[in-house]
């Protein structure tokens, strides 16, 4: 028996299970060896052999705890109901922190079958055997973070981890989602920091610092992080072709984002992929790339009828082709594409608007019929808004131009178009005051906005209000301005000066 152990603690397990094998010969009620030979049987990943011998141990000794404990350990996946019993009776017959490991076992099925309650009372029994177990410290921080949604004892959970073991990366990790969780997201990058001292490579680290840093509007640091992860040359991470395309992507390489996104759909042809590659062919200009990569999404995606199927995936495929045409001024082509994205999803408030834009080019008076349903699918479409202002801006009906206007600045309360145009419209409309308000708001917003300052100085000369006029005029010679509106400026300063009798400075 001795030499079988010997060689059993030894990994030396033919050899042991040979040794038990003549125990069990010479003595066949002999529980010891029927343990020691099942447990070297699981070893070798025997388990109807080690089920045996386990079962003949326990059979022979009622009262060996580790036989109960070893045969939880083998059916824990095949049969927890039969575990759970198992670690139970382990737990009976020895509550010690000899084993406390039964405790943990049964609390890993209990999480495992969704039963939190009964999870957390072993893990903390685990704890109040042995309270350096960091593995439970974490599984109850998790259960409080991920199903029971108490971050705040959560976080003191991963804390108790952290300061057992300050290198364990995976409560830094956690307790940063848990402080995520409580908006505290200061507290969450200094946890995703430390993960990233301890494991600078890791790219799913640093994605999670930038998705925290964005949320705190450090966008220079977010964005330094994703170039962090451009340089990456972790496997996990080159081996996923989309994830590196997209990072690629957002630090402007679109042609290594392009060349990495072709390789793999060389060998993974799939909808998704191309219309991916298609989105980045498009921020690389390259259009006519772009739409040959939507056909073929289109082509994979049809079905043995040569039928798209009535789904929005479809339809974005349509839709995103439908925006390359109008970057390459092909209206027609444009419009007939959103019709198609339209046909396939009925509910696509951007494929209204973007057909709408069409129809108003091609000067099509059923455009908006299209503004009007992307506003009845989306009433929040600033842009649809603002593009049924300019139709009816340029039919004369400026009242209902002013009104979606409105209706846009209640979307985008500080939006420097809105303003702009309303008062525009307003100067059209010939409510000058009203019009140098909103002019005024606009420069407020937007201090070098050159039409701005122009249209207010026009609205200022409407109502004799000559020395503001003058001022306006003179503000926009200071700025950058093109000839044209340089030379309407001079003029319209000349004649200002005209008017209040300064010939020197008309003259000049």
């Given at each position: ?5 010997h ?19 010479e ?7 029927r ?6 049987y ?6 109807r ?16 705890w580790l ?15 039969r ?14 922190q000899?084993n ?18 009964l ?5 903390e ?6 309270s ?40 830094y ?11 505290n997201l200061?507290?969450?990058v200094k ?15 640093c ?33 996923q ?35 991916i ?23 994979l ?5 040569k039928?798209?199927p ?35 999803h ?12 069409c ?11 299209d ?6 699918l989306?009433?929040?479409?600033f ?28 979307i ?5 178009q ?6 525009t ?14 002019l ?9 906005c ?12 409407q109502?004799?209000?000559?020395r503001?006029a ?16 340089a ?22």
């Open positions: 028996m001795k030499h079988g152990i060689f059993f603690d030894r990994l030396v397990l033919t050899t042991a299970i040979q040794d038990f094998t003549a125990v069990i010969k003595d066949p009620s002999n529980a010891q060896a343990l020691y030979r099942g447990r070297a699981a070893k070798q990943q025997q388990y052999n080690a089920i045996q011998d386990l079962a003949a141990a326990v059979h022979l000794d009622p009262s060996c036989a109960f404990y070893y045969r939880g350990c083998i059916l824990r996946q095949i049969d927890p109901k575990a759970v019993q198992d670690f139970s009776v382990s737990v009976l017959i020895n509550d010690t000899e406390f490991c039964s405790f943990l076992h049964r609390g890993i099925v209990y999480s495992e079958q969704c039963q939190w309650s999870a957390i009372c072993d893990f029994s685990v704890l109040a055997l042995d350096s177990v960091i593995f439970a410290y974490l599984n109850i921080g998790l259960i409080l973070l991920l199903h029971l949604d108490q971050y705040h004892e959560a976080i003191r959970r991963f804390t108790n981890a952290i300061e057992i073991d300050p290198l364990n990366i995976r409560a990790v956690c307790r940063a989602q848990a402080y995520h969780k409580i908006h200061p507290n969450a946890d995703i920091n430390r993960a990233i001292h301890l494991y600078p490579n890791k790219s799913q680290l994605i999670l610092r930038g998705q925290y840093l964005m949320e705190l509007k450090k966008y220079e640091l977010a964005s330094l992080c994703i170039h962090q992860l451009a340089e990456m040359d972790e496997e996990s991470f080159t081996s072709p989309v994830q590196q395309a997209l990072i690629q992507s957002f630090c402007q390489n679109h042609n290594k984002a392009i060349e990495c996104l072709c390789e793999a759909t060389a060998t993974q042809p799939e909808p998704s992929m191309f219309v590659l298609g989105q980045i062919q498009m921020k690389a200009k390259k259009t006519k790339d772009a739409v040959r990569s939507f056909k073929k999404a289109m082509k995606l049809m079905t043995s009828a039928i798209l009535n789904t929005f995936e479809a339809a974005e495929m349509y839709y995103l082709t439908g925006l390359c045409y109008m970057e390459q001024k092909s209206i027609l082509k444009a419009r007939d594409a959103f019709s198609m994205a339209i046909r396939l009925s509910s696509y408030p951007d494929a209204f608007y973007q057909r709408g834009l129809r108003m080019q091609l000067r099509e008076a059923k455009c908006i019929r503004f009007n349903r992307a506003l009845a989306c009433p929040s479409h842009q649809a808004y603002m593009s049924r202002a300019a139709y009816y801006g340029s039919k004369g009906r400026y009242s209902k131009a002013i009104l979606n206007c409105n209706e846009a600045i209640k985008l309360p500080n939006s420097v809105a303003y702009f145009y309303r008062g419209l307003k100067y059209q409309n010939k409510t000058f005051k009203a019009a140098i308000e909103d005024s708001k606009t420069i407020a917003l937007n201090k070098t050159i039409l701005a300052y122009y249209n207010r100085a026009v609205c200022y000369n109502i004799k209000d000559f503001k003058l001022k306006d005029y003179a503000i926009l010679l200071l700025l950058e301005l093109s000839k044209e509106i030379f309407k400026v001079l003029i319209n300063r000349g004649l200002l000066y005209m008017e209040l009798g300064d010939y020197a400075n008309a003259c000049e």
